[in-house]
């Protein structure tokens, strides 16, 4: 079970570092909605079933949800109709 610590606190330093140095903002979002998992599984494994849900669902649910649509309002990610050339 210690392996399993040290293997998710290596992944969530990754995760850490992979989100500061990421040029692309959708990237950014989805490393940013794994590293929300990842600590949602450290902190199960702290007993602490409450912090993981929350963690689980604000974290990479809500959060992310929200990141989305900032990156669509800001026009960084284009909807289908708009990449349809048939007009």
């Excluded at 949602?40 to 989305?68: C, K, R």
Aim: hydrophobic share 55%; proline share 2%.
């Amino acid at each position: 079970m210690e392996i399993f610590r040290v293997i998710l606190l290596t992944f969530l330093l990754i995760c850490a570092i992979a989100t500061a140095f990421s040029k692309k903002l959708l990237n950014t979002i989805i490393i940013f909605m794994s590293y929300s998992l990842i600590m949602s599984m450290i902190w199960v494994l702290l007993e602490s079933p409450d912090l993981a849900i929350t963690e689980a669902a604000v974290g990479a649910g809500i959060t992310s949800v929200l990141f989305f649509l900032a990156l669509r309002k800001i026009e960084r990610i284009r909807s289908d109709e708009e990449d349809d050339p048939q007009d």
